[in-house]
């Protein structure tokens, strides 16, 4: 069996909170809305799926590392999350 | 009228774009499926999203400041940029 | 002329500020100190770094683009702006 | 004893080099350069220093809670590494 996501209910509540978000930029660019308007729908957004990182990376870490059945699935779990860390520090 | 957003179509269609990243991560994450492959999904979301935060400035720049109609309203578009900014500074 | 500065004497002394963080930092990684303390520290760097950009962009877009002698050099100045942004968006 | 940086010398060449990229920005913004060139000197130090937080990161991951003693420690260096990056989500 795979990592699988801890809290699924949660997470699924956070990205669909996200979608509507973007539904609401997306309303907001159609109605032609002010410029400034849109760039705050999308500040807020980045805010939202930030969050949402945030949420499953410490999940990732709690029950993939530290709480893996032994060295080699923490040593794989560890690598993964290095390699998605990468993009964030370019 | 307020400043609208040039290239409505464009801009739209990368909102839709990030509106199918983030249902296929919502499908991923109903599936119970790998935890980095979930986190893969997420990073290529926020590829997106910084995507359309940078037209949109970009737009904002050129539209809003430098081709503002006088000075009031180039200091006023200036001034909500450093406000926009500002959230990612922090 | 070119573009330089204004608030000359604060920019600077926030980059010395910033340099005596990066000095407690490296004497901190030879004194052997706890990974979380140096973690900790360069947090605090990022943030002192991220200060100091947004106080550099806010400048640029009040005195060169808003504030330019003509539509010329608000233009040129505008995608400098754009171009430095590029690289965040990544 | 603590949890210290492994490849301590290499860390160190990379504070060293981004103190070396302060005092190259603190030059050029008293020798009143343009703007533009200032603000493309705090891009390479800010890409500097995510590098080297991607460094100390990745060394806390695999020697801190992949190669922890114990659960206990690696579940500690977990909740520290959690706690940093909150601060990059925001």
Same mark, same amino acid.
């Given at each position: 069996?795979?990592?699988?996501?801890? @809290?699924?209910?949660? *997470?699924?509540?956070?990205?669909?909170?996200?979608? $509507?978000? #973007?539904?609401? +930029?997306?309303?907001?660019?159609?109605?032609?809305? @002010?410029?400034?308007? *849109?760039?705050?729908?999308?500040?807020?957004?980045? $805010?939202? #799926?930030?969050? +949402?990182?945030?949420?499953?990376?410490?999940?990732?870490?709690?029950?993939? *590392?530290?709480?893996?059945?032994?060295?080699?699935?923490?040593?794989?779990?560890?690598?993964?999350?290095?390699?998605?860390?990468?993009?964030?520090?370019?």
């Amino acid at each position: 069996m795979g990592h699988t996501i801890k @809290d699924k209910k949660r *997470i699924l509540a956070r990205v669909n909170r996200l979608k $509507g978000q #973007l539904e609401a +930029l997306a309303t907001a660019v159609e109605a032609d809305q @002010d410029c400034y308007k *849109i760039m705050q729908l999308l500040a807020s957004c980045r $805010g939202a #799926l930030h969050g +949402l990182m945030g949420d499953i990376i410490n999940n990732h870490i709690r029950e993939h *590392i530290v709480e893996a059945a032994n060295k080699t699935d923490a040593s794989k779990a560890g690598d993964e999350l290095i390699e998605i860390m990468e993009s964030f520090w370019k």
